[in-house]
């Protein structure tokens, strides 16, 4: 009788899945990443305007599919990013499971521009205010670092800034914990020209992992380029991980040193290399953007 007491209340709560043609107005799509569509839409229940995002089924059940031999349940994004609070991150409602069982994520709809966009064109708003964004993306990593998670995809495509000129970091599907069996060789995930080169080669991964791809992103934030020649295929990624990155203030003469020695560090080959956490990367990007006001 014990035995079967402890069973029952060990049971899962009945999941209420969502009707999302009944629940939401779809305006218009937004966004497609490689596992997920996101709609700007009208959430009747929340009455306010929101970002729908709909995970692929396959394609979660693919990534997920990775990691069943874990001892510990990896999170789906929905149950990470509800918990994330800070000014830089997107702000996420509610999630749940569709009709059609897929994972979704209701969050707050971000009116702004993409920062693949604004490198791509460096334009006013990118050259004005580009320290600043770099810090606040820097100040959001930090804080999920803070809350002991892995981001694996850190890169421009990922991060909006918005009408206000705020920068949110924005995705979390790649997302695991930053414990030692998730840290373990084998697992790579991520986009192809940010991973960093134990990624790549299946080695052990810890966070600095994400402070690699987040020197990537400052790199491309003042040159319009990558710090490597080549292809964006992870094939082409492959064939240069063991030469060193170009040189920024050889590319953009007029930088502050402090700055370019900074996303320079970050951007070592060898993990031990780089810097340790986040916060110390930052400390000199902020004392920097602290200079210019």
Known sequence: ?????????????????VDIESRFQLVSRVGQGSMSK???AVDRRLEKTVALKVLDFEKTKRLDSRFTH?????????????KLKHPHIVETYEYGITTKDEQFLVMEFIEGMSLAYLIDVQNDVMKK??????????????????QNWIHRDICPRNVMVDTKLATKLIDFGLVVPNIAEYQAPGNRTGTATYMAPELIKRQKTDQRIDIFAYAVTC????????PWPGGETLEAVVQHINL????????????????????MRGLALQPQDRWPTMGQMLQPLREALHKTK
């Open 129 to 146: 205010n580009r320290l600043r964004i770099i810090v606040e993306l820097g100040e959001a990593i930090e804080y999920f670092h803070r």
């Open 219 to 226: 790199f491309e934030m003042y040159t319009k380029e990558l």
């Open 70 to 82: 874990m001892k510990s349940k990896k999170p789906t994004e929905g149950e990470i990013a509800i």
């Open 1 to 17: 009788m014990l035995k079967f007491l402890k069973t029952l209340f060990k049971r899962k709560p009945k999941i209420n899945k």
């Open 244 to 263: 060193p990155p170009k040189e920024l203030r050889k590319l953009v003469p007029e930088i502050d040193p402090v700055i370019a020695k900074t996303i």
């Open 38 to 40: 996101v709609w700007r």
